[in-house]
């Protein structure tokens, strides 16, 4: 049967898309502008988007399962619940839903109340479904490389409480593993959560710790406020996106991003390895093969 992946060319969509073909998945995508992607021939391509109705229609079309992955935008709820709309209208009730860990609680940030609302829908409507709420994502640290390299200042204010840094790598093969373990399975299987946390749990000064050892210099940890942070974002996004950002930051700063006991040890043994380190990506973005 086929597997239909949304948010198919971001950082984890793509990936997803290919774990499971990897795999050997029959896999569908659904994109705005197909001339923009390049996926594997055997992957089939639907234009449009999650407020396309028609579209997502064409896209759930005999499909047997499906990966939902909205991204942060001003309309995240709508497209999250019309998108599930959808899928029951077709008949297609296995899901794996990427939330965020700590959805439930971190909910005057929107991308967060956001993705609780979305598990709420999920749960209230009857889907077979995996929730993964994975923690901050190690490649977003991408973005401030600059600041790193060029000034020798790690800016993100992550705080001293800890953020389990997870990379998009082990989030994919997660989700790729579930889609496949939901899609083959006889009958419809009890819903479950999945926290996805890195083997690290890393504060700022400890980053920075780590990239002075990477590169051989100094390089510290720019602070504690939130409120510079938005400023900063502000130059290259919009306005309420910033302000979001520092709100995230905040509960980052207040609360940390920790792991239930039990997190790492149960994502190791699903992936068969160990997960991947910010150390090895700190390492890559330095020295780039």
Not at 131 to 159: C, K, T, W
Not at 170 to 180: H, P, Q, T
Not at 237 to 244: I, K, R, V
């Amino acid at each position: 049967m086929t597997i239909l992946v949304t948010g198919a060319t971001g950082r984890v969509g793509s990936k997803v898309v290919e774990q499971l073909l990897e795999r050997g998945a029959d896999v569908r995508v659904l994109v705005r502008d197909p001339s923009k992607t390049r996926f594997a021939p055997e992957v089939e391509v639907v234009q449009g988007d999650m407020l396309d109705l028609e579209s997502l229609r064409r896209a759930f079309a005999g499909v047997s399962t499906f990966f939902l992955l909205n991204a942060v935008a001003a309309d995240e709820f709508t497209q999250a619940l019309i998108a599930l709309n959808i899928a029951r209208e077709a008949g297609v009730n296995r899901v794996v839903y990427l939330s965020v860990i700590h959805a439930d609680r971190f909910v005057n940030v929107p991308h967060f109340a956001v993705k609780s609302g979305a598990e709420r829908m999920i749960e209230t409507m009857g889907f077979s479904a995996t929730i993964l709420r994975p923690s901050y994502f190690i490649d977003n640290d991408e973005m401030v490389s600059q600041a790193i390299f060029e000034h020798g200042i790690y800016p993100m204010p992550i705080g001293s409480k800890g953020l389990a840094m997870v990379d998009a790598r082990d989030i994919a093969e997660v989700a790729a593993l579930e889609l496949l373990r939901r899609d083959q399975a006889r009958n419809e299987l009890p819903s479950e959560t999945i926290n996805l946390v890195g083997p690290d749990t890393l504060t700022g000064e400890g980053v920075a710790s780590i990239w002075t050892q990477v590169l051989g210099r100094p390089v510290v940890y720019g602070g504690d406020d939130p409120t510079a942070f938005e400023q900063n974002v502000a130059n290259f996004m919009p306005a309420w996106m910033a302000y979001e950002m520092r709100l995230m930051a905040e509960r980052f700063v207040g609360d940390g991003m920790i792991p239930e006991p039990g997190d790492v040890a149960r994502l190791t043994q699903m992936l068969g390895r160990d997960l991947h380190r910010y150390q090895d990506f700190a390492m890559r973005l330095a020295r780039p093969v």
